[in-house]
């Protein structure tokens, strides 16, 4: 059975940092992509963050020079490092497992940065 466990969110002022991490259970992690996706109230879920097997890592132009995404494949586990937190951050942070043929998603996480 695959999961995704999100943990980490909660509420923080702006300016402030949180780390959102994602355990992965019953799939091989090493083998594949995994992102951070976050849906606002009343909008559509966005891509934040990815981060490929070797670790090559892309941000949504919102985030970049203040989030930063990592992995421990030993840990089956993705991080999202955020700082500068604002207010327009807030959301529910959802974790993505994909690779050709396959896509998981987790739970999600909620994210409330108050101004």
């Known amino acids: 059975q695959v999961q995704l466990v999100e943990s980490g969110g909660g509420l923080v002022q702006a300016g402030g940092s949180l780390r959102l991490s994602c355990v992965a259970s019953?799939?091989?992690?090493?083998?594949?992509?995994m992102a951070w996706y976050r849906q606002a109230p009343g909008k559509q879920r966005e891509l934040t963050a990815g981060i490929d097997s070797a670790g090559t890592a892309n941000y949504a132009d919102s985030v970049k020079g203040r989030f930063t995404v990592s992995r421990d494949n030993a840990k089956n586990t993705v991080y999202l490092q955020m700082n500068s937190l604002k207010p327009e951050d807030t959301a529910v942070y959802y974790c993505?497992?994909?690779?050709?043929?396959?896509?998981?998603w987790g739970q999600g996480t909620q994210v409330t940065v108050s101004s």
């Open positions: 993505k497992a994909v690779k050709p043929g396959f896509l998981y």
């Open positions: 019953g799939i091989t992690f090493r083998t594949y992509f």
